[in-house]
Structures are given as structure tokens and as C-alpha cells.
């Protein structure tokens, strides 16, 4: 699978384990790739999404350091190189196994924190962290391992109820930054709604196809134009009228979600 990606993008997969290696050593048990990339198929705007399990905490001079790195690897917001955006997420194994909720998380990369990491600070993220409850179902349902053994011997299986409050437990921070980053809280609410409906975890698109049809009247055209944004087919630019029209979106996707 791995090997059916574009160059590019196996160049960052291999730079990422070069620098998670030369921190974590022999204490990182298994990276895996998971996600658009080894699903539906990346889109136009799709991270690298890149769990990390590791025996070991770091400490923060080791997370300065990875984060260094993975800032040279990664694509910055509104770049247009041909990179792509990474995620890259480490779990300590005795924090998920055996699992309780909500997991703690030890690492997390992702170019939104971009400011944050280039000021000094190493750990924007919050842990606990429901999120991560999400984020380990999905890589279990279909990551590949870059190296280490399958996924399933390093990370316990989310129990259901666990994923279901997980998904309702991130709603409130989604909505809280919907309007400094529309297009991703849109999607991400979509995934929540059509997961706590299905069980199953889509893409964001699939999502919100899903969702625009499950929507009421007058309500959608936010959705929409968040997806085209993410496949690369519109410029999803939110001038005052499509942020109104995101809010509308978004108070209506979680009241639904709040219904389920």
C-alpha cells in the first residue's frame, strides 16, 4: 500500500521515521499509516495521518527536537510545494493498554499548531484527550504498519460507548473554532454525525455527502463548499455571508448529533 504512493509522499513517510527514530530509538515499537492515504484516497488537501507507539515517554527536550523535524517535513498552511500536511501522533503503550478513557496522549504534530511550535511551546495539545479515543479506532480499522508488528498487538480495541462519548466530547472545542478554521470543523462534524449514526468511521467527503443529504432545507451550502475545498475542486474562501452560513451548518449537524 505504502508503496503505491506518489514519491513524494513515501519521501515523508520515510522522513518521518527517520526523525521518530533518531528521538524514540529502539522504544518506538510501531509507526502506522492510517487514514485517507490508505483508504478512500488522498484528496487534494489530505494529511498524512501517522500514529507512533512508543514504551517510553519523551521528554520535552526529545519533543523539541522531533518537532524541529517535522516541521522541515511537513507541508505549511497554504503552501503550495507539493507536500503534504502531517499529523503525526505518539501514545505511550501502558497509556492505551489496557485501555480507559480517556486515553493520554503523549505526542501530537500537526501544522494547525504551527505558531504555537515555532513560539516555543512543545505540548499545545490537551491530555487526556478524548479525540485520541477517535483517532486509535480509525487506525486500527485500517492502518498499514511502516514498521512494527500489526496494530492490533500494540493498541486495544475502543469500546463503542468509549468512541460514542468520545465523539460527543469534542463537539464543544469544534464548535469553538469553527470560525478560524471552517472547512476542517465542518468535515470533522460531519464524521462525528454520520460515525455515532453508522458505527463506521468515512472519509471527510463520504461524510458529507452523507450528511447534505440528511440536512434540511436551506441548510448545506457550507458543507458543500468545505468539501469541494477538500477535494480541490472550489476555493473555499469565508467571507462574512459563508461564515453565517457555516454557523448555520454547524448549530444544525450538532443538534442532530446531540438527537442520536
Known amino acids: 500500500m505504502i508503496a503505491q504512493l506518489p514519491e513524494t509522499e513515501r519521501g515523508q513517510i520515510d522522513a518521518v521515521v527517520r526523525s521518530v527514530r533518531d528521538v524514540l530509538g529502539d522504544d518506538a515499537l510501531g509507526a ?9 484516497g488522498l484528496r487534494a488537501d489530505s494529511d498524512l495521518d501517522i500514529l507512533v507507539v512508543s ?15 517535522l516541521l522541515t517535513i511537513s507541508r505549511p498552511r497554504d503552501d503550495r510545494t507539493g507536500l503534504r500536511h502531517l499529523e503525526v501522533t505518539v501514545v505511550v503503550r501502558s497509556d492505551i493498554s489496557p485501555w480507559r478513557y480517556p486515553p493520554p496522549m503523549e505526542f501530537q504534530y500537526g501544522d494547525w499548531w ?27 480499522e485500517d492502518a498499514v504498519a511502516v514498521f512494527g508488528p500489526p496494530i492490533d498487538r500494540l493498541v486495544d480495541p475502543v469500546p463503542r460507548a468509549d468512541l460514542d462519548r468520545a465523539l460527543i466530547d469534542v463537539v464543544p472545542g469544534l464548535m469553538a473554532d469553527l470560525e478560524g478554521d471552517v472547512r476542517n470543523v465542518l468535515l470533522t462534524l460531519a464524521r462525528i454525525w454520520f460515525t455515532l449514526e453508522t458505527g463506521t468511521i468515512a472519509s471527510k467527503d463520504v461524510a458529507a455527502d452523507w450528511a447534505i443529504t440528511r440536512l434540511p432545507a436551506g441548510r448545506g451550502d457550507a458543507i458543500r463548499l468545505a468539501r469541494a475545498g477538500y477535494l480541490g ?8 455571508d459563508e461564515i453565517a452560513a457555516a454557523q448555520a451548518d454547524a448549530a444544525t449537524i450538532r443538534e442532530a448529533i446531540l438527537r442520536v
Open 114 to 140: 504551527r505558531d504555537e511550535f515555532t513560539s516555543g511551546d512543545v505540548h499545545p495539545w490537551t491530555s487526556p484527550n478524548p479525540d485520541l479515543a477517535v483517532l486509535l479506532t480509525a487506525a486500527r
Open 233 to 240: 475542486e472550489a476555493q473555499d474562501r469565508w467571507d462574512s
Open 55 to 69: 514504551s517510553r515517554r519523551t521528554s520535552e527536550p526529545e519533543s523539541r527536537k522531533l518537532i524541529d523535524g
Open 32 to 40: 502506522y499509516l492510517f487514514g485517507s492515504s490508505v483508504t478512500s
